[in-house]
């Protein structure tokens, strides 16, 4: 398995290279005050949806799913292996994120506090990590190119969903919420993330098991 996961950073480094040449402009960006800081720990959520779909095009271009399920890794690395994956690109994104968020931080308080930006980047690894739970079993079970389509649907139905509980928390804010759901919502965000990602690849593993290749 972990050689399914070096292969898939080796297949992606320029674009990884692109992502971190993203990340520095936003960050100057943010620092000149024409973008808001929020941009910065929201390419996470990017950078967590478009890289697991690349390296499925890269894979279905080269034909690589026949010849690693015959590896000792088997079907079950191949698909262990883009979990595993797309979760240490989210993660490494975040900490990138965040190393940058405290320095443009530090050198200018006025753009915020610092606590909430990383409330904020914690609510989109969680969200990256949900969009992807999602997201796998489909590009799994259909491949990259017949899944672009259904992907962009998910990314936009889970955002468009949280914007919309977004402004009905502002509509009923006149309804006192109790203390404690603010105290369990963060755990609540990590539990779904957390087993929602389970479940989503055993389910994918499911899926892959069955499937012609």
Do not use: H
């Amino acid at each position: 398995m972990m050689g399914m996961i070096y292969k898939d950073f080796l297949v992606q480094r320029k674009q990884l290279g692109y992502f971190a040449v993203f990340f520095l402009v936003y960050t100057l960006l943010a620092v000149a005050d024409v973008m808001p800081l929020a941009i910065m720990y929201t390419m996470t959520v990017l950078i967590g949806m478009m890289l697991p779909m690349s390296t499925f095009a890269y894979d279905d271009l080269a034909r690589w799913n026949k010849y690693a399920a015959a590896t000792p890794a088997g079907r079950r690395g191949i698909v262990a292996g883009k979990y595993v994956f797309s979760l240490l690109a989210i993660l490494a994104a975040a900490a990138v994120s965040a190393l940058l968020l405290t320095a443009v931080v530090v050198l200018k308080p006025e753009l915020g506090p610092l606590d909430e930006g990383l409330i904020g980047l914690l609510i989109c690894v969680l969200i990256a990590v949900i969009i992807n739970a999602v997201m796998l079993p489909v590009l799994v079970k259909f491949g990259a190119e017949k899944s672009r389509v259904i992907s962009i649907i998910i990314f936009v139905a889970i955002f468009g969903s949280i914007l919309l509980l977004g402004q009905l928390a502002e509509s009923l804010e006149n309804i006192v919420i109790p203390e404690w759901f603010f105290l369990a919502l963060p755990g609540l965000l990590v539990l779904l993330a957390i087993g929602g990602y389970i479940i989503s690849y055993f389910i994918a593993r499911g899926i892959f098991e069955k499937k012609e290749l």
